[in-house]
Structure formats: structure tokens, C-alpha cells
């Protein structure tokens, strides 16, 4: 999609190439430049486009004009064409114009005084290029998995032996071709349009039992929409406009905007703003609409808790993969890539709620990245090298769940239409935490504490046996059921108890005195809920529940109520 600024002010080839020729009623073939004009240029204005130009183009309608794509002629001089032809004569206002390369591209222009699917008008003398690139499909075969689905017949499977090495390096993890094919799920019939409220909801059809069997961390699965869709609930253009609609929500760090696979710099669309907390940088909603005609892509990140649906099904999906959930939003319209190929260093679950967006996916997958490739020079590049084959080709409409395990290398195309999909994000714990956890844990035993031999004494024998001490505590202490209470506790905060407000209602309080006498042993996270309760000399249930929100409540209130029968608690 593009906005092209049209020079006018002169007159150009494509000018006094129809001069003549629409008058005397002509069929006119006007040059095409090969280039498209503001694509894959650096610009610090989204409307940048030829430099010539004096104006907008107007354009109210046309006729077709089969065209040729010669070098002579500039993207303004094609527009010209247009204007020359406007009220010529009613019709298709499209133009297919076949590449040397095989790519068809179907150019059509139109005049924008209709809503957006945003919800936003552009002014009625705006000219859009519509651009559609139909690639040829040679690595997915002559027709796409996604056609077989909807018929029945089940995805185009890629095999791959097991542990196929799969060349490059980084510090991204190596590489390492499953031997598992992309799986895609069969229609289901299901009219409910109740929002997703648990992990079976999003998984439906497909049980959690049987995901985590075969699915979880080892490959990836698409789940085509229920009868009526009703998944595409979780968020429509209507909510996202009036997100979009509340600047103060927003940070130049949580709304991000791509144009052509690369970040568009927060100076060229944010702006300082005075508030009643003092200066704030904050997206410009004008400069924001203004690359979004331009073809860029939104990216409104941290959206977990912004909406009802999405909120929800956020909280559910923590404690199922103990872990943080985050969420994003991603809009992005017809043609346009954001991003390059590359992987993610969490689970992810894609839902498509509008439009439809086709997501290619190759047959390389990190082994357990934690964090990007870094020393590889140019990482665009690097991830087109590992990538491996094309695997499989998903077009992803309306109610559609894509699940991708973490370091699967995948990219994804706005289809015919503006596309809207909110991803979630899984970030379990991994190894690295229990290095933290252990030396906290470690320093209070004495022997961390100590100096280590030197390593001459003895030759190095005395330090040999001092570090094969601190081992065997190490295993130890790594085996021992207060650690592994201590790395749930960990986990357990990774998902928090969310609150309600239902306000003007207020709950009451459940006071409580302690009397100074040793409560009951308790065990596991409780324990330090229940330490720290003992310890005050008055406090309120609704307090320790609030306070340690790692700790599952109905433990909480069931440790209170067997301290309080014990005579350890005296309610107030």
C-alpha cells in the first residue's frame, strides 16, 4: 500500500503521451516505472514519495488501461495517466501488470472518502497504490496446505529426519531440523461466541491433555476457526481503535511502528507532552495514522491486562506453562511485511481476529534459544541462511490459532485486506534462574563462604577436594525439598493473582490478633505467607493475601483457619 505524491506541477512524458490520444477515444498503454515510488527507501516522512511532486493526485474514477513496464518513466508519470483519464469512463479500477520474475502484481487505484477498517476516513483527494505481490509458490508445491485444510484433506507434510544439523552458528543456539510436520486441525462445529476464558477454549478442538503430549515444545500446530469464529471475539477493529484512542495509554516503548522489516525511529512519530506528573514521551496519534497510510505496520505490545477477553485469557494461560504471559497486538495491512524471517525465544499463540495474514513457516528450529544471535554480522541475513526449507504455508483468516514453539524460524504477510492478530507470549523459566536461586541459597552455608586453597598447594590437590565438597552440597541442596519449594515460589510469581474491582462495593475486612505462641509447621510456599502473618501483632487476612500473591489463596486461608483452631489466632 502506498501513498505517492504526484508531480503535476510540470509536464511529464506520460502528459504529453495521451495528449491526443484520450480525446480522439484511444486505447492508451502508458509506461509503468519498475520501481515503486517511497518503497524500500528510508524517508523521516511516511508520505515521502516522488520528489517532483506538488500535490496529492485526484482521482474519482477511471477506466482500465492495460499496462507496459518499461525504465523510462517515474511512478508520478504513471499517476498522471490517471488523472488525465478521471471521468473517462466507469469501471474496474485495477491493473495487473506480470514482472519479469514471475511475480503478477495487481496495482489498483482508488479514491479514499470510504472508512478504514481502522475506522479513520483519509481525505477524498488521497491516492492509494494498492500493491498485491502474488509470489510464485515454488517451494510449497503447487497449491498451499491451507487449500487442503479447507477441503478436508489435512496439511502438506514436510518430513525431515531427526537431529538434522542444519549449518550457521550464534550465539542464538545451534540449529536443528524436527523431524515432526506442521499440524492443522480439521473444522469443528461450535456456535458459541463466549470469550476464550481457559487454555481448552483456545485449544478447541484439540485437548490440553493431547497438546502437551504431542504439540508442546516440539512442533508447530494451526487450528482453523470454529463454526462462526467465534475466537475472533478476543479483539475487533472497533476495540483496538479506541486503545489506540487513549494516547496516554501508550509509550514510545509499548505502540512501535515497521516500515519495509525495519523499527521506525520513536523521534519520527512520538512527541513530548505535558502532563499532571510532568513531561512525557508519547505516541502522536496524527503521526501514527500518517505511517500507517504510508504502510506501516502497528505493534502495540504489553496488552495483557487492556481488555476483558484478552485479560482473561491471558491469567489463563499462566499457570498451565508456569509462566509469564504477555500479549501484543499486531496490525498490518495488504502486502506488507513487518518483519523478516526469524524465531521467537518463547512459546508463542497467534490468534487471527481480522483480516487474514499468511504465515510461512521453514524447517529449522534453534535448540532452546534464550537470547538473539549476536557476531553474525548482518541477522536478517543470517536467519534467510539458517532457515532451512519452506515448510508449510498457512493462511491464517478470521478465529484461526497458529501455536509456533519457541526458535521455530517463521515470517508472516498481510493478505488482501488490513489484518489484526494478538499474540501470546510464554516465557517459562529456564536453567539459568537456578544459578540465582543457588547462590542465594548457597551463601548461607558457611562452606561458599570460605576462602578456596590456592591452587599450588598441594598440587591443586586441596582445591580439587574443596570444589568437589561445594558440589556434592550443591547436589544437595538442588535435590532438597526447600529448593524445589523455592523454584515454585519462583514460578509462582511468574503468574500473580489478578484483582477485580466492583467498586462501590468494598469487601470487609477479616482481622485478626496474634497471641506470641508457635504456630503450626507449615510447608512449602505457604510457610512464608504464614512466618510473616505470625509475626505481625494484628493483621488482615485480605492483607496476606494481597501481600504474597505467589502463594494460591485458598492455601493462605486454609493455613489461617488451622492456625486460628489451634489457638494461635484469635479473630477480632
Known sequence: MLLVRTGFGAVGPAHRLLQGHVAAGKDVQPPL?????????????????????????????????????????????????????????????????????????????QPLDHPLPDGGRRRDRDLLLHDHAEQPLKAAGPQSPFEHRRRGMGPRQGR??????????????????????????????RSSIAPMR?????????????FFAEFHGRKPLHIPADEGAPKRALLDWRTFNSLLNQPSIWTAQSLKLVRDTQPVPPEQYCRSVQTQSGAAFRPDPAKVA??????????????????????????????????????????????????????????????????????????????????????????RRWFEQTRGRLQAEIVMKPGDVLYLPRGWYHDALAQDTASLHVTFSLASLHGRIIFNLLE???????????????????????LQQHLADLG???????ASPTFRDEVAMTQERLTPRTHSFALPARAPLTQYKTNGLLGPAYEGPVAHAMHWALSQPAFALEEVIAQFDFVPEADIRAAVDQAEKTGVLKRV
Request: charged share 20%; with cysteine.
Open 440 to 462: 542465594q541459597a548457597a551463601m548461607q552455608d558457611s562452606a561458599f563462604r570460605a576462602y578456596l586453597p590456592a591452587a599450588e598447594k598441594d598440587g591443586g590437590r586441596a
Open 198 to 210: 481457559t487454555l481448552d477454549d483456545l485449544l478447541h478442538p484439540i485437548t490440553p491433555d493431547r
Open 472 to 478: 556434592r552440597r550443591l547436589a544437595q541442596l538442588t
Open 160 to 189: 525431515i529426519g531427526h537431529g538434522e544439523r542444519v549449518a550457521g552458528g550464534g550465539d542464538g543456539g545451534s540449529r536443528r531440523s524436527k523431524g515432526h510436520e506442521v499440524v492443522s486441525t480439521g473444522k469443528q462445529r
Open 290 to 379: 500518517l505511517f500507517l497510510t504510508g504502510g506501516a505496520s502497528l505493534i502495540a505490545g504489553d496488552v495483557q491486562d487492556l481488555t476483558p477477553p484478552i485479560a482473561a485469557l491471558s491469567a489463563a494461560l499462566g499457570r498451565p506453562f508456569a509462566a509469564a504471559v504477555g500479549a501484543n497486538i499486531y496490525c498490518s495491512f495488504k502486502g506488507v511485511q513487518a518483519f523478516g524471517t526469524h524465531f521467537d525465544l518463547t512459546d508463542v499463540f497467534a490468534v487471527q481476529t481480522e483480516g487474514e495474514k499468511l504465515w510461512r513457516l521453514y524447517e529449522s528450529c534453534a535448540d532452546a534459544p534464550v537470547e538473539m544471535p549476536s557476531g553474525v554480522g548482518d541477522v
Open 33 to 109: 516505472a519498475e520501481h515503486q515510488e517511497g518503497l524500500g527507501r528510508p524517508s523521516a516522512h511516511p508520505l515521502d514519495g516522488d520528489k517532483g511532486g506538488d500535490g496529492l493526485g485526484v482521482v474519482q474514477s477511471f477506466q482500465v488501461v492495460e499496462v507496459d513496464a518499461p525504465l523510462d518513466l517515474g511512478a508520478s508519470d504513471f499517476l498522471a495517466v490517471f488523472r488525465l483519464l478521471t471521468g473517462q469512463a466507469e469501471g474496474p479500477q485495477r491493473f495487473d501488470v506480470q514482472r519479469q520474475h514471475g511475480v503478477r502484481r495487481h496495482l489498483a487505484v
